[in-house]
């Protein structure tokens, strides 16, 4: 069965049923088997008829399908680019800010440009991106926020998940993060992570707490791939821990590249691998760097 996977096999494979043999047509539409993807079916009978048959091999390529989605180095984190400088976002958190009125989040360096320019020209407050008159009171940031969710804003909608949590509101949190994990927001899948893992508004499992953090890795999130090495690490799976923490530390994230450092102290990492490692994070950690962003730096 060592060619069973084969790429000549599974296109011959994906032509016709797997189990019966017959051929799609314009009559007959088949089905892909949702997880290995390799083989074919022309209906529910056929695929229960052939499962003992296909059980082991489509378990073997379901694994290797997913080892291939969740070690694909991310282009970029989760945070992406600002979209006024299209610089990469530091990962800290605080070297950025989510505007309420349009839920873009700026770099703390464009955000002080527009002060100083609208300093300068005696202008009055307004967002760095979309021109709003800047909000100035806390009321007036949550009616923001607020209209932003009425427009089913997945930022929006999880940076209220945040606020309910700082509230200890878990449940109403857990809510908020779900809805937004489900519009593809990255942040909000490595909370519900956390949610699932301490029980917070919501009963413990740690096959959900799971899948949200591979969920959140795969979309480029360092704390939630970094966390990954530690449960892989766990597991007594050095290797994948190992690919984990570099793929993070490519990202820029502190807590991996040290990982790396300490095990190859510890000789479970080779030089070339760790040499690799501290280029691509010091690449990486170059590359969100800009006169602006010092110049807030100095100021903040």
């Not at 009425?150 to 945040?162: L, S």
């Not at 994990?181 to 893992?197: C, I, K, M, T, W």
């Amino acid at each position: 069965m060592a060619e069973f996977f084969s790429d000549k096999k599974v296109d011959g494979m994906m032509m016709r049923c797997a189990s019966c043999g017959i051929a799609e047509d314009d009559d007959i539409k088949l089905k892909t088997c949702t997880a290995c993807k390799s083989v074919r079916y022309c209906g529910v009978k056929c695929q229960k008829e052939h499962r003992r048959q296909h059980k082991k091999d489509c378990k073997k390529r379901a694994a290797e399908l997913h080892d291939e989605l969740i070690f694909k180095r991310p282009e970029s984190s989760h945070h992406g680019d600002c979209p006024i400088c299209c610089l990469p976002l530091q990962l800290d958190p605080e070297k950025s800010t989510i505007q309420t009125c349009c839920s873009k989040l700026i770099c703390n360096g464009c955000t002080h440009a527009n002060i100083i320019r609208e300093l300068e020209d005696r202008r009055e407050n307004t967002c760095p991106f979309c021109r709003e008159p800047t909000p100035d009171t806390v009321e007036e940031c949550n009616k923001q926020r607020m209209r932003r969710i009425e427009a089913n804003d997945p930022v929006a909608i999880t940076t209220e998940g945040f606020k309910q949590d700082e509230k200890g509101e878990y449940s109403s949190a857990f809510e908020y993060f779900t809805k937004a994990a489900g519009l593809g927001v990255v942040e909000a899948h490595y909370q519900l992570s956390n949610f699932y893992y301490d029980g917070h508004g919501v009963e413990k499992d740690m096959g959900k707490s799971i899948h949200h953090l591979e969920e959140a890795a795969i979309g480029g999130h360092p704390d939630a791939r970094y966390n990954l090495g530690i449960e892989e690490w766990n597991n007594g799976n050095i290797e994948r821990a190992v690919k984990h923490w570099i793929i993070a530390a490519n990202l820029g994230d502190d807590s991996s590249i040290k990982k790396l450092m300490d095990l190859f102290k510890s000789g479970l990492v080779e030089k070339e691998v760790l040499t690799a490692a501290l280029r691509a994070h010091q690449a990486a950690v170059d590359a969100t760097k800009s006169p602006q962003r010092e110049a807030a730096e100095e100021f903040y």
